[in-house]
Every structure is written in structure tokens, then in C-alpha cells.
């Protein structure tokens, strides 16, 4: 027990501090470092920390003062120096471990293990490193070097020779040659422009090149003076002229870069032009217009740290980091610009001037230079304001969920948290807020969630709302099944029994096989957590032995069985047995027999009728129904012309709150 509450500890400890648990496909673990490093996963970033492990795709970029020491899954070892970005490239094999050097200066050492090799790709180049060598790699301009400061190196070229490179031997390669075709795949192997020869005859504003980074995925790139477009290949930054579209394929992903400010991390599926223009200041920012598909900008960071400016339809936004991350998504649909902020905050600045404050989970549409909004998604039918736990039955796949909560005074924003887990981890949703209300869309299944004032020193308070939610399919249509007590026998020959129950407690009848000179037998059963008292000791002559309903109820139990020979002496036991009894949750508790689920009617009243298990009380759009003998209702329901939804509310001491959801069209 001990052990195990100091794993649970240590757990909850890295889980604190943000970092990482070991996964099973890691390629390597920060040993040491010092200075800021950062961790680029798809499009999200991390600042390195202390344990953090990469994976296959990760990338590593180390700032002008840092450097790393990492422990690498073979065996050996890797030192990444400043300014420095290196990519895990490919799975560990019988080969060895395989990592490509984008730019800067990294130094191996190979496992001690002859197999255990380590490929460190630069360029068009792979250096192999083994049987412990230790040697200095590093690609600066364009041009990769090497020097083995340890036994010797294996370095193959791109047409498949190779040569062996001693310890002391420095070793320098000559720059690839760009491709004279401008017309054909551009690849982002140096600084060459994606641009033309008529460029020069161009003001220099329309010369004005910015930098892309292709991070995955299939991206592509059409200057404004050409009408083809080229794919832009490698991961090393390229320039590209002002005013030129890209177009970025599903699951791509670019980091864009300006003459002034941080980069912008841009994800497709989407068709756009970007530039460069002035704001309201003077300042040169990005400027993305004439967008087509969905456009989505991901960043990791510390709280309250201000992005770098974006200009979209004329319209200045500035994103804010409020919890961990901010994220939003632009996109074009029946000729307007919409923008979705998913994570963080913003300010929208209009051409006019005025400044619009913008929340996660919260859109505004983009026109000309006018914001229009921002709003928030309206509330869905089920409005939790309450700590505890539902269960919500829809005919939808996916529904809206609305909390509310009521901020306490002095209180700026709270952390909202929604998660398929009790830990909160993998949250769909965690952020700052200083609204008192949000709606989300869910799917099915289960959610955790949790608001929490954050107070003035930056620590969190007592939660003002938390439970838990189960959104499931819609079987109101059904009828009602096990009103009966079922019945259940237990046999010892099976050693862990786990019976769940679904609207009543069942019935339990104890079997066991005749013991050989046993005239009588003895049944004990313990509460599991209460071990020095039976709940139940029986004798009987019987080989089965059947209890009362309601004895036993939710819980754990242990159980077993003596035989007793005629002087009373005992002759064998069967050994322990383990029961557990637990309540389905998901059963259904409402049959809904009219109206039915999408019911049009052209009255302005509707018969609500149905029935629930014994002991439950039925609520209708807040307001309780009568329940006759056999717990069957009759409600008329008043409706509004076009869509209605009747909200049914079944309370049960064991369940909590079930909620139903019945869609109704008045013509």
C-alpha cells in the first residue's frame, strides 16, 4: 500500500509540474540542460523540462545560451549546442537510432554495444557513429562538418558511397548546387528565394521575402508572378515573396515568419495570401487574406504572454496566452470570414480603430476591416449550475453542454476544465475565463469538469463547480426492462464473481459441489471492508443456499464454504470466493411513449406520456409530473412555432439526475 501511495505521489507530482511520463515509443530523455529549449510535437510547443522524452517526428530547437544532454534509447548519448534543431527521424532498429541535424552543432556518442548504432542524417548525408565513437557534427550555411573525436565514423553519401573518417580527421562537405529550374519542386535546402528573376524590377515593398518552414505534410507554394505551383520540400526555412499564395494540404503544417516579431504556426487544410503590411503604428505584421478552407494558428507558452499580431481582413488580432495555450481558426464560408478562438484571448482592432475583446470558445466574423461579435455558442438545453453527477440520453451524437457559475467578488477569471478524465488530463477544454458561462459541443461519453477562481498571486481556489457528466445514446423509445428482480447463482467454482445490476437489487443463491464426508455445511460472507464480523453465517444440509433480497447490496464481499463432518469437526473448506456487486449507470430509466423523437405537429400542444421505474420523480421542462401507481405520467407541453426541445428530468436517489432529450417541429 505504501509503494503504491508513493507512485500515486510521485505521479501526481509530474503531472503538477507539466511533465512528461515515459512512453513507450520515447527515442530519447533530457539528462541536463540549461538555458531555453522547445519541443515541437505536430504544432504544438513546449519549452523543454526536466523529465521530457521525444518521440518519432519530434523536433528539438535550442535558443542562443542553451544546450542539451540527452540519454538516447540505445544506449548512447547526444550533446545538442546553441541554436541548434535536430529532428528524431526514424524508429530505433536492429540498425540503431536515426536523427537528422536541420542546423547548428550536436555531438554523439555512440552505445558501447557493436549493433547499437547512431545515424545522425545532415543534408544528403548519414554519419553513422558506433562502438562508442564520439564525434562533433554540425551544419552552419548550408554546409555540414564533421569531426570524430573518438574512434571513427561512417559517413554515406546520396549516391551510395561511402568513407571512413578516423578520429582526429576533420571532414567538411561542399554544399549542394540549387536546381536551375525554378519552375520545377523547390526544395528548402538553404536561403534560395522562391521567387524570379522579373522580382527585381519590382518595388521593394512587393520584394519584401518571408520565411517558411514546411513541418510536416504536403505544402505549396505560387509566387505573384507565376501561375503554377510548386511544393516546397525540406525542412530548412525558405524565402518567398510578398503577396504569394500557399496552399496547405490536410495534416500540414508551416511555421511562418515575418521581418519583425515571433513566427506563426499555421495548420490546413487551407489556400491563402500572405504578406506583409502596416498597422495602426507603423509596425510591419503577417497579413493573411483571400483564405479558402480552415486555417488554424496553434501556440504553446506561459500564461499571459502576448503573440505576435496578425493582420486578417483587415482586421488587427493579437492572441494572448491566458492558461497554456492559445489557438484559433479562421475560416471562409457563403463569402464571410469567421474566426474561432479556441484557446487563450484576444484583441480585435478594427481599420477604425476600435479594440474588441475576444474569449476562448467565442467567434466574431471578419469583414473589411469590421468585426462583427464576438458571441458565444447559445446555451444547449441542459444548463448545469450544480455540483453532482447526470447522465444525459440524446438521439444526437453530439449535444451542447452549458456550465454556469457565478464569479465571487474580486475574483477576475477562473479555470474552466471539461476532460474524458478525473484528472483532467487530455481536457477538450481548460482555460481562463471572465465570463460566468460556456458552452461546449460534446460527443458521447464521459466528462469531468471543474471551475476554480484563480486569485490574484495566480493560485486556484476551492472549485465553485465541478461533477460529471455521461451524454448516451437515446433509449427512451425502449421499454422499461428488469422492473423484476433478477435472480443470480453464485458457484464456488468461480473464484471472482462481478454481477451488475440494473434498476432493482437481484436475487443470490450461493452453490457449491458436495464435499466427501461433510453431512453439514457453514456459509460465511464478509463485507470486504469489514473482515472480523460475517454479515452472513448459515448452516445448512443443502449444497445451495439462497438470501433474502436486499441483503446484500452495491459493494465488495468475501465468502466461503466449510464442510462439517457429524461430530461437528471440520472436514475442508472450499476456499475464499470474491463477489462484487455494481449498479449499471447506464441503464435507461424513462420510457417516452409520446412525442416521438423529430415529431411534426401542427398544434400548439403536445400529450407528453410515459413511465419510470418505482421510486423516481419525472420533471418536464422544469416543472414536476404526476406520477400515477404504476409510476406512468400524462403532461400536455405548450409549443412555440419551429423547432422545440422537451427537456425530461428523471431524479433517483441511486442514479442522481438522468436527463432526456425530445425534439418537436411545430409547422
Not at 562538418?145 to 576533420?170: H, M, W, Y
Not at 438521439?395 to 456550465?403: I, K, Y
Request: aromatic letters at 6%.
Amino acid at each position: 500500500m505504501n509503494v503504491l501511495l508513493r507512485a500515486t505521489a510521485l505521479w501526481a507530482l509530474f503531472a503538477i509540474a507539466g511533465c512528461d511520463q515515459r512512453p513507450d515509443d520515447w527515442l530519447a530523455e533530457v539528462q541536463a540542460f540549461r538555458g531555453e529549449a522547445q519541443r515541437l510535437r505536430g504544432t504544438t510547443i513546449a519549452p523543454v523540462k526536466q523529465p521530457m522524452f521525444f518521440r518519432l517526428g519530434d523536433r528539438l530547437q535550442t535558443g542562443p545560451r542553451s544546450q542539451l544532454e540527452l540519454r538516447l534509447r540505445n544506449g548512447g548519448s547526444l550533446t545538442v549546442k546553441p541554436d541548434t534543431m535536430i529532428v528524431f527521424a526514424a524508429r530505433p532498429t536492429s540498425e540503431g537510432l536515426s536523427l537528422r541535424l536541420e542546423r547548428g552543432v550536436v555531438i554523439g556518442t555512440a552505445a558501447k554495444l557493436e549493433a547499437a548504432t547512431l545515424l545522425i542524417g545532415v543534408g544528403r548525408r548519414k554519419i553513422a557513429l558506433a562502438s562508442a565513437a564520439r564525434a562533433e557534427v554540425s551544419s552552419a550555411n548550408g554546409r555540414p562538418g564533421l569531426v570524430v573525436e573518438f574512434g571513427q565514423a561512417t559517413v554515406s553519401g546520396p549516391t551510395g558511397q561511402r568513407e571512413i573518417v578516423v578520429a582526429g580527421k576533420p571532414l567538411s562537405f561542399a554544399p549542394r548546387r540549387p536546381d536551375a529550374a525554378v519552375d520545377a519542386v523547390v526544395e528548402a535546402a538553404g536561403d534560395a528565394d522562391v521567387a524570379h528573376s522579373e522580382d527585381a524590377a519590382q518595388p521593394a515593398s512587393e520584394r519584401r521575402s518571408l520565411a517558411v518552414e514546411v513541418l510536416g505534410g504536403r505544402v505549396l507554394v505560387q509566387s505573384p508572378d507565376r501561375q503554377r505551383f510548386v511544393r516546397l520540400r525540406g525542412r530548412r526555412p525558405s524565402r518567398l515573396l510578398s503577396q504569394s499564395t500557399l496552399r496547405l494540404r490536410p495534416g500540414s503544417t508551416v511555421r511562418l515568419r515575418g521581418s519583425t516579431g515571433a513566427p506563426l504556426f499555421l495548420r490546413g487544410p487551407a489556400t491563402f495570401v500572405v504578406g506583409e503590411k502596416k498597422d495602426a503604428t507603423g509596425r510591419r505584421v503577417l497579413a493573411i487574406e483571400r483564405i479558402e478552407g480552415t486555417l488554424i494558428s496553434h501556440v504553446r507558452g506561459r500564461p499571459g504572454q502576448v503573440l505576435s499580431p496578425v493582420l486578417i481582413e483587415s482586421v488587427l488580432i493579437t492572441p494572448r496566452i491566458r492558461h497554456r495555450e492559445s489557438e484559433l481558426a479562421i475560416e471562409r464560408a457563403a463569402g464571410k470570414v469567421s474566426l474561432e478562438l479556441r484557446r487563450g484571448a484576444a484583441e480585435l482592432r478594427e481599420a477604425s480603430g476600435r479594440r474588441l475583446p475576444i474569449e476562448a470558445a467565442q467567434r466574431a466574423e471578419l469583414s473589411a476591416g469590421r468585426v462583427s461579435g464576438p458571441r458565444s455558442l447559445p446555451p444547449g438545453p441542459l444548463r448545469i449550475e450544480a455540483d453532482g453527477g447526470r447522465r444525459l440520453f440524446s438521439g444526437s451524437a453530439r449535444v451542447p453542454l452549458t456550465l454556469r457559475w457565478l464569479r465571487p467578488a474580486g475574483v477576475g477569471e477562473v479555470l474552466v476544465e471539461v476532460s474524458p478524465r478525473s484528472s483532467m488530463a487530455e481536457a477538450i477544454f481548460a482555460d481562463r475565463l471572465q465570463r460566468q458561462e460556456l458552452t461546449l459541443g460534446v460527443g458521447r461519453g464521459r466528462y469531468f469538469y471543474r471551475v476554480r477562481p484563480v486569485m490574484a498571486d495566480g493560485s486556484l481556489a476551492k472549485p465553485l463547480l465541478s461533477g460529471h457528466l455521461r451524454v448516451l445514446p437515446d433509449t427512451s423509445h425502449r421499454a422499461l426492462a428488469n422492473l423484476a428482480r433478477p435472480r443470480n447463482t453464485l458457484r464456488a467454482s468461480d473464484r471472482n464473481t462481478e454481477v451488475y445490476y440494473q434498476n432493482r437489487l437481484p436475487h443470490f443463491t450461493f452453490s457449491w459441489s458436495p464435499i466427501p464426508r461433510a453431512t453439514r455445511y457453514r456459509l460465511k460472507l464478509f463485507g470486504e471492508q469489514h473482515l472480523r464480523q460475517p454479515l452472513v453465517e448459515r448452516l445448512t444440509r443443502r449444497t445451495s443456499l439462497a438470501l433474502r433480497p436486499g441483503l446484500l447490496r452495491e459493494g465488495g464481499y468475501l465468502w466461503y464454504v466449510s464442510g462439517l463432518a457429524a461430530d461437528g469437526s471440520l472436514v475442508r473448506t472450499t476456499g475464499e470466493r470474491r463477489l462484487t456487486i455494481r449498479y449499471d449507470n447506464a441503464t435507461p430509466d424513462l420510457q417516452i411513449r409520446r412525442p416521438r423523437e423529430g415529431q411534426r405537429v401542427a398544434a400548439a400542444m403536445v400529450e407528453a406520456a410515459g413511465v419510470t421505474i418505482p421510486g423516481s420523480k419525472v420533471y418536464i421542462d422544469g416543472k414536476a409530473v404526476e406520477l400515477d401507481r404504476s409510476s406512468r405520467f400524462r403532461q400536455p407541453i405548450a409549443l412555440r412555432r419551429g423547432r422545440n426541445i422537451i427537456v425530461f428530468r428523471v431524479v433517483d436517489k441511486k442514479r442522481g439526475s438522468s436527463y432526456y432529450l425530445r425534439t418537436v417541429i411545430r409547422r
